[in-house]
């Protein structure tokens, strides 16, 4: 649809806006009418004229932080903590961890 058509069906409707506010109201005071019908014309005449109650929503969010400087450190920590091959004198003769050589360069 248009924006302009659009602005002619606003125009329109609220050209008719005194009888759709009398209807309302008829509806909404005559005990003939069922309830729900009484009811959502009573709703409808206070959000005109009032607004619409506003609507109010919670939202609860988990976050997890993490100081990326502490995982860095206990990752190195980690690291340092595992045996790791000991390189021997300038040869760099790689020994296992059980002791034995295992090649040199």
Known sequence: MSDARAEEIKALARCHAELAIDTLVEVAADSDAKSAARVAAAKTLLD?????PERKTETKVDVTVIDQRQAHLSAL????KRSAPVIEDAEF???RRDGNKLSST
Do not use: D, I, S
């Open 93 to 95: 003769t790689e020994v």
């Open 77 to 80: 920590q980690q690291l340092a």
């Open 48 to 52: 005109r004229g009032f607004g619409a």
